[in-house]
């Protein structure tokens, strides 16, 4: 959380644009791995040099991921074509003791693919396959490459779907949505990636490949397949992910309602839930990102409004039509001063573009922000909301919330403006409250993003010695020699630095990701 | 490990707290013998528990830890009778939709996860992977670890709660676990249709698995009237006002489907979860998709075998005198229930590197025994 200052030599971008020596040695004291310039003959022997990058503008841009802010520059990026490339790549990195970062789209938003001093980036984009799709058993064989929407977009002309829906599904991979158990405004329902994962063929940190899982949605064995969904890259790269399909649902119904208070949009949420009404999804906003939403697309939201709350039912039509009935009356209770239900297709999109938008959106209002994800039980959103505002206040930073009221997963936006002096370690400071007031309340760090980089220092917080020990235990396990993405979710003595957090990715302000 | 059983009482440790069993766990790992976690003993009995092997029985390690009906969550002692719990989500219009098995037969919480024992309903929303949320457990090392969350979303850390279903016992010894759960319907309906060959009924069942029809289950059987027909058993379930609607869509499909009354549904989704249509045989399970299905079949035919193709073809569960030959032919390694008496307890075959680095990790001393 509490970002050390940037090594110099990581800071500048230009710099990098340069013509660098081939072998560009870490800032000493940063990495315990031995760089050699055996290590890069090596690599050369394996990949064309257009496939093996050590300077120049593309290299660039890998040297963070969407926490921007983020920044290390890495002794060489390399673009596999196929699996075996990745598996010699691996094995060599092992003989030579050399770390290794997979990488896809980079839009993880806790530094879970920021590269590793002296170690290399491997950039799986290419691997974009899918292998299989069989629609009769509603599973898809894909690479790790292969973009979230694709394997959807490839399953729609048989009535089917991949279900997790992260809101950077458009560009971020299979691959990394893995190693994060990404989630998604929909998880609600069906779950988190690992809930649609059935098996894995995976490379270990030391080379060797191994098949987890199958193609039935039953195990007869521990299942390693959920041990390594969310292991955030430390058990080594996934080479093929099958995928569950699951039926396109047949009906929606959504519903947007404004409230002059965010306490009653949370209680229409608790509501609802007790009703024991499942829907698919169910999204808060409050004043501030519904500002900065419709700023950013106009998606036709109240602008006056204190909480916004967006239900969405989805299933057989025949269901969602009774649920609704039920749902119109629980609303209708709920006294919002504005209901407005989607009428079709495009209504629906509209409704949803400007709760998608929401995290980049907020750049409009400041120069700077953090993006938090915690989870509170859901009872207690209220109240951890009340308190948010509270420490708000205290820290004097603005505070604007989005988030995934049906499971208790709040997006705390921290605003700030970098170029005043201490304003970033201030809303750092909230950011590290808001994360502990979570565990208080008896919930999680995080949701969906992943501990990365961002987090591993909170991590003990939420976690014991014992058990802190057992997962650096079967880390040392898997990965005896720690090579394979060091310093994520685990604290490391050599620690990748934390640099300064300077605000949107590019590709966000360029308006083609958005963050969940 | 070789084992012969016998009707033997092991060197029983029955610890009614975590405390005290954690306690007895530090002396267990300085002492030699490998150890076995029984609980209901619905899955395996005692007795063919190998003589050497100290015995934790946790049966007695009951009882609901928390429960918060407007969460959605509880927390329970790995002990606790799944029939308790049942019990006591129905009251609040909750349940676990993954039809544990075994419940009226008295199994236990802890067994369900390590058996990985979900039935018919686990093809709605998933199964115990799916549902669990957190586990506190005892590893090898002697560490008392509270792994998971207790609030439906959390991705800190690694996920041993998903870990644990399936272990059998292999990589800790359970003492709590937190499940999500979910409204239960207000109503539930289901049918049956009787097929003239495997490949129509394989097709009919794939056609509604991929249509947007929100099925709780569809189970496949062979039909025991006739040789060749087959049957598929579907349950829905939802909101009362829409289901007769929602039926009458689904029968309309099948032409020569029949409408159970509410009394032939429970008599038929009980029977499949008790395993009454087993009788005391033993049980296996082997994971499939429905292309594996005619293979079985073929090899099952001319023998004595009961068969049910569960989970839209997902999981066979296979029930005969004698499993061996198809044990062999699929690569089996566990019986699910009644194992016979000459059953070895281990024949498992070659963990892949992943796993043996997590059992490693987990079970250093290999105090575990697998059951």
Redesign the interface.
């Known amino acids: 959380m509490s970002g050390k200052s940037l090594s110099e030599k990581g800071s500048d971008p230009l710099r990098h644009g340069q013509k660098t020596n081939e072998i560009d040695l870490p800032p000493k004291g940063q990495t315990p791995f031995r760089i050699g310039s055996k290590f890069l003959a090596r690599l050369r022997s394996l990949y064309p040099s257009d496939r093996l990058l050590t300077h120049g503008p593309a290299f660039v841009s890998y040297e963070s991921d969407a926490l921007s802010t983020l920044r290390q520059r890495p002794l060489a990026i390399v673009i596999p074509q196929c699996e075996a490339e990745i598996i010699e790549t691996v094995a060599l990195c092992f003989e030579e003791g050399i770390p290794f970062v997979a990488r896809g789209s980079g839009t993880s938003l806790s530094g879970g693919a920021t590269p590793v001093a002296g170690g290399i980036v491997i950039g799986l984009n290419r691997l974009h396959r899918i292998l299989h799709l069989d629609p009769a058993e509603r599973y898809a064989i894909v690479e790790p490459g292969v973009v979230n929407v694709n394997i959807s977009k490839a399953a729609s002309p048989y009535g089917l779907m991949y279900a997790p829906d992260p809101s950077s599904q458009t560009v971020c991979t299979i691959g990394g949505n893995v190693a994060f158990n990404s989630g998604g405004a929909h998880c609600l329902k069906y779950g988190m990636t690992s809930n649609h994962v059935l098996g894995l063929k995976i490379v270990l940190p030391n080379g060797s490949v191994d098949h987890l899982g199958g193609t039935s949605l039953e195990s007869d064995s521990p299942d390693y397949v959920g041990m390594f969904v969310g292991s955030e890259g430390l058990f080594g790269i996934a080479l093929q992910i099958t995928v569950r399909l699951v039926p396109v649902p047949e009906s929606y119904r959504t519903v947007l309602c404004a409230y002059h208070s965010l306490r009653e949009a949370g209680e229409a949420v608790s509501q609802i839930i007790a009703a024991g009404l499942l829907p698919g999804a169910m999204e808060i906003m409050d004043r501030l990102a519904i500002e900065a939403a419709e700023a950013a697309v106009r998606p036709g939201y109240p602008l006056d409004a204190e909480g916004l709350l967006i239900v969405e039912l989805e299933g057989e039509s025949g269901q969602v039509e009774a649920e609704y009935s039920v749902l119109s009356r629980l609303i209708a209770h709920s006294k919002p001063y504005y209901v407005r239900e989607a009428k079709n297709s495009s209504e629906r999109q509209q409704i949803w573009k400007g709760r998608k938008s929401a995290f980049s959106a907020v750049g409009r209002l400041s120069p700077d922000f953090i993006v938090q994800d915690g989870v509170v039980p859901r009872g207690r959103l209220g109240e951890a909301l009340e308190e948010i505002k509270r420490l708000s206040t205290r820290h004097q930073l603005r505070v604007a919330n989005v988030f995934h009221a049906g499971d208790g997963n709040l997006h705390p936006l921290i605003l700030f403006d970098g170029s005043q002096s201490g304003a970033l370690q201030q809303a750092e400071k909230l950011a590290e409250e808001i994360l502990e007031l979570c565990i208080r309340f008896g919930g999680s760090i995080t949701g969906e993003h992943g501990v990365g980089v961002e987090k591993r220092e909170m991590l003990p917080k939420m976690y014991r010695e014992d058990e802190i020990a057992s997962m650096q235990q079967i880390r040392r396990e898997v990965d005896p020699s720690g090579i394979s993405n060091p310093g994520k979710m685990l604290q490391r003595d050599d620690a990748v630095p934390m640099p300064v957090r300077t605000g949107l990715h590019p590709l966000e302000k360029a308006g083609v990701i958005s963050r969940e | 490990m070789n084992s012969h059983s016998q009707e033997i009482d092991c060197r029983g440790i029955e610890p009614s707290e975590p405390e005290t069993l954690i306690g007895q766990w530090q002396e267990l790992l300085c002492s030699s013998p490998q150890v076995v976690v029984a609980g209901g003993q619905t899955k395996l009995p005692r007795r063919v528990i190998d003589r050497s092997s100290a015995v934790i029985d946790s049966a007695l390690l009951a009882g609901i830890v928390a429960y918060?009906p407007?969460?959605?969550?509880f927390t329970a002692r790995a002990g606790t009778k799944v029939a308790d719990i049942r019990a006591l989500l129905e009251a609040h219009?909750q349940y676990l939709p993954f039809d544990p098995l075994l419940v009226d037969r008295g199994a236990t919480l802890g067994g369900t996860v390590a058996c990985?024992a979900?039935g018919p309903g686990?093809?709605r929303?998933?199964?115990i992977?799916?549902f669990i949320l957190g586990v506190r457990f005892l590893?090898g090392?002697g560490?008392?670890?509270?792994?998971g969350?207790?609030?439906?979303?959390?991705?800190?850390?690694?996920?041993?709660?998903?870990?644990?279903?399936?272990?059998?016992g292999?990589?800790g010894i359970l003492l709590e676990l937190t499940f999500k759960v979910?409204?239960?319907p207000e109503k539930f309906a289901s049918m049956t249709c009787s097929f003239a060959s495997l490949g129509a009924a394989i097709q009919g069942l794939?056609r509604l698995?991929?249509?947007?029809?929100?099925l709780e289950a569809i189970d496949l059987v062979p039909d025991n009237g006739s040789p060749c027909e087959y049957l598929l058993q579907v349950r829905i379930g939802?909101?009362a006002?829409?289901i007769s609607?929602?039926l009458s869509?689904l029968v309309h499909e099948f032409p020569q489907a029949e409408i159970l009354d509410d009394q032939q549904a429970r008599l038929l989704w009980n029977g499949v979860i008790n395993f009454s249509w087993a009788g005391n045989d033993p049980v296996i399970?082997?994971?499939?998709?429905?292309?594996a299905i005619p293979a079985i079949e073929e090899f099952c035919r001319s023998s004595d075998l009961r068969r049910r193709y569960s989970?839209?073809g997902?999981?066979a569960w296979i029930a005969g005198p004698n499993l061996r030959p198809l044990m062999d032919r699929w690569g089996?390694?566990?019986f699910f229930i009644n194992p016979p008496a000459d059953h070895p307890l281990q024949r498992l075959p070659a963990?892949?590197?992943?796993?043996m680095?997590?059992q490693?990790?987990?079970d250093p001393k290999k105090k575990f025994v697998s059951l």
Do not use: W
């Not at chain 2, 698995?209 to 929100?214: C, E, I, Q, V, Y």
């Not at chain 2, 963990?351 to 796993?355: C, S, Y």
């Open positions: 918060d407007q969460e959605f969550i219009q990985n979900s686990r093809f929303y998933g199964g992977r799916d590893d090392c560490r008392d670890l509270e792994t969350g207790k609030v439906v979303k959390n991705a800190a850390g690694f996920d041993y709660p998903k870990l644990m279903v399936g272990s059998r292999a990589l979910f409204p239960k794939q698995a991929a249509s947007p029809l929100d939802g909101a006002d829409a609607s929602r869509r399970k082997i994971p499939i998709t429905c292309g989970v839209a997902n999981v089996v390694q566990h963990p892949g590197p992943f796993a680095a997590i490693r990790a987990l």
